[in-house]
């Protein structure tokens, strides 16, 4: 599991290389520019994956009839039907429903998670971006200890002082997640900081706290939902493993690392628990990944 | 150089220095007494007295950080009062399994990244759409969830390999294949970039004019320069390693480190957690560090500035 700095690789463009041939002459209304990019299958097929996603956290009943939690023992560990999509676990509980009511815990968790990161690494990262080098080095030495220590141990060493449970995970991912965050708002404030336009402003005569809320704190917010977005399948999957190891919601939550970790014991007889919720995850990741990279691109040489 | 290679290590010192100062802070800003959070889920008479005195809680607070730093350099993280032992014999007892696995891993990790760069970089469109496939499904799965798939279809299914231990060559191929897939996924990204940016450079056009073989060029001239950026990824690559084999032992049950960790995390074992955590750092820096100093030594122009 990897909570720390992951690169990032233009997988949008390489998957579709339609999008943004090389030389080709921008387009000039927005429409122009955002209909081509839907056309990208990719990135189409993820955004409509991201909406039933919601839809399934929303209202998780109107997906399925089954709860989630109560199961019928004399149905237990059936194979997938029409009935039962994704089969039956050892309780008897119907894995589809368990794995749609999933959805909520998933990515309740990891946006909680990822607003702590987002937080502190916004203030941080912002103090690092000053022209003062003492809080420079200093802002930048707390990242370098944070991101010292590997983002599951870390997280497991939150989880020790503070206990099991849903927010304590989200709190100790948010914690590891800190300096990723923190490093590029750091530099998207040295970007801003030394933009023709602040420049003016300083001309202008606009006092210090003025530039900086006008001028500067807007400039450089443009950049959180872009970070966000490429991130935040990164904290899911941080997420789901620390709900592995059990150190986050606790069975019989259907929370989709704890369901994984729960068809350990059934996998020799049955399949279909330990496949669903994983591909949950992964097809979650990849999801907002491809989206992420997509809104990436589009800001791309103008977040300044 | 020299002077870079110094200031290099000297930073390297401050960071490793900052992370034990940082869990001395954390263990002091906790609510609740020291005693209580060091006992874990353990209770008996005298055992607080004990831990009062082990730590020197009487004294003020700089000598006690003074003797903390000092025991961490001695190796000495203390006592687990939970499993009754010296942190030094429970982490030192499990620590080669942990190693061999994310040492291995590791190693496939870059075989299976190299690999997949040297074949698909600057090729074809179709041969690339399926490498970038690839690596985002290897970088998006979660490192469990690979180790559940590979259990159901080599050691249930097929049979090839043991479920579950850690006896002889056949039970480390699953794990260290788990642990190597999503890393060689985020590393192979950054790899072919890499190179794709190097192939377009002009001393790749001059080499093959001398009339050198296209996997030649490859391996030989343009590996080198893009494994570059790809070692500024190394420390990152460790840290995932160690906390990603936490994970995977877990899966396959085998012995190490993540067993005793998350026991350790259950119980509130804190010198224990405390440890193996500093341990990772530790062994985080040292490693990033030697990375950066081979990257001056690697590449003559970073040695010129």
Known sequence: MNIQTRPLADLSVALDPQVNPPGAVEPVTTAAVIAPRLLSPGLAISLAFLFVLLLAAAFPRAFTQFDPLIGDYALGLKPPSWKHLFGTDRLGRDVFARTIHGTRYSLLIGLGGMAISLAFGIVLGILA????????????????VLSSFPGVLLAMLVVTFLGQGMLNIAIAVGIAGIPKFGRVIRAQTQLVRDADYVTHAVVYGLGRWQIFIRHVLPNVLVAVPVIATVYIGNTILAVS?????????????????VMLAESRDVLRVAWWPGVFPGLAITLTVIAFTLVGNAIQKRFEGRLA | MWSRII????????????????????????????????????EYPGLREAIAAEWGLDRSLPAQY???????????????????????EVVGSQLMPTV???LLGGILAVIIAIALALLTAGRGRISRQIASFLELVFASTPVFWLGILLLMAFSFTLRWFPVSGASGWQSI?????????????????????????????????????????????????VLRHALLPAVTLGGWLIGGLLGGAVITEKVFGRPGLGTVTLGAVLTHDVPVVLAVVLLAAFIHVAASTLLDILYLLIDPRLRAQ
């Not at chain 1, 493993?241 to 690392?257: I, N």
């Not at chain 2, 200031?7 to 869990?23: D, G, H, I, K, P």
């Not at chain 2, 590393?187 to 050198?212: H, I, W, Y």
């Open chain 1, 129 to 144: 971006g000053q022209r003062n080098r003492f809080l420079d080095e200093a802002t930048s030495r707390v990242f370098d």
């Open chain 1, 241 to 257: 493993g620390l709900s592995f190891l059990g150190l986050g919601p606790q069975p019989p939550t259907p929370e989709w690392g």
């Open chain 2, 7 to 42: 200031s290099r290590l000297l930073t390297s010192l401050v960071v490793a220095w900052a992370s034990v100062t940082a869990a001395f802070l954390a263990l002091h800003a906790l609510p609740g007494r020291i005693q209580d959070i060091l006992a874990g889920d353990l």
């Open chain 2, 66 to 88: 003074l003797d903390f730093l000092l025991r961490i350099l001695q190796g000495d993280f203390g006592t687990s009062y939970v499993l009754r032992q010296p942190v030094t």
């Open chain 2, 100 to 102: 061999q696995l994310a």
């Open chain 2, 173 to 221: 191929v699953l794990p260290s294949l788990t642990l190597a897939l999503p890393t060689a996924g985020l590393l192979a990204q950054v790899l072919r970039e890499a190179m794709e940016k190097t192939l377009d450079q002009p001393f790749v056009t001059t080499v093959r004019s001398r009339g050198v073989g296209e996997l030649v060029i490859r391996a030989r001239h």
